[in-house]
């Protein structure tokens, strides 16, 4: 990528590392948190629903001061984690963990949808038979809902991608910190001859988003035949 800049190389690789290590630490949360919504029932379940949901509909920024109040120097949590040497306000880890957050509705509503397809008799079944619950979800609830898997995955990596709000309220604008894809495409469309920087950083985001999701609909159809030829 040749006709990238150092700036705008940077941009794009660190929302890459970004979006990469938000999705593969959110998942097996978003996996426990879909499944708990599809088949428990508890005291206070659609109080959870709609906290989980919450960044759906909170604008960004809020979600943002949300976590620079929690996670900051000065928050309750940022506060213990800095003792343990953890500073997650003005990082990259920091932005990673605020497009995680605004990337795991998606995600769980996505896996959600797979589980609530699954008939429950299959799983009872498989108890029957004496298997514990996590090895009935390891070998019949999980490949089952592969495809959703896939795609709230991918789903929650191209939000990632595309954070912007949270990000830049949780973490600033920091050039080869904090600075992804989105923030520098602001930053410099509020910089005299920039336009062309960000003009590029535009085609780089599309053709990301449409290679997630492309790539979504290869992996989900292709688990989709394989339990389907099992």
């Not at 932005?95 to 008799?121: H, N």
């Not at 799983?123 to 490949?143: I, K």
């Not at 595309?162 to 930053?187: D, H, K, R, W």
């Not at 910089?191 to 609909?217: D, H, N, Y």
């Amino acid at each position: 990528m040749e006709w990238l800049g150092a700036e705008e190389w940077q941009a794009v690789a660190l929302s890459l590392r970004v979006s990469f290590w938000a999705t593969l630490v959110a998942m097996p949360f978003a996996v426990l948190t879909a499944f708990a919504l599809a088949r428990w029932e508890f005291a206070g379940k659609q109080l959870f629903n709609g906290l989980v949901h919450l960044p759906l509909i909170l604008p960004p920024v809020v979600t943002g001061y949300l976590l620079l109040l929690t996670f900051g120097t000065q928050g309750p949590v940022g506060g213990l984690l800095q003792e343990l040497g953890i500073v997650l306000a003005f990082r990259w880890t920091g932005a990673a963990l605020a497009a995680a957050i605004m990337g795991f509705p998606l995600m769980v509503r996505a896996i959600r949808l797979s589980i609530e397809a699954v008939d429950p008799k299959l799983e009872q079944a498989a108890a029957t038979l004496g298997a514990s619950r996590p090895w009935v979800f390891a070998t019949v609830t999980l490949p089952l809902i592969l495809p959703g898997v896939i795609a709230g995955s991918i789903l929650g990596f191209a939000k990632a991608m595309g954070e912007f709000g949270a990000t830049i309220t949780f973490v600033s604008n920091i050039p080869g910190q904090t600075q992804t894809l989105p923030s520098a495409v602001y930053a410099f469309l509020q910089t005299p001859g920039g336009e062309a920087a960000a003009a590029r950083l535009v085609m780089i985001s599309i053709a990301i988003a449409m290679g997630a999701l492309l790539l979504s609909e290869f992996l989900a159809r292709r688990a989709a035949r394989r339990i389907g030829d099992g």
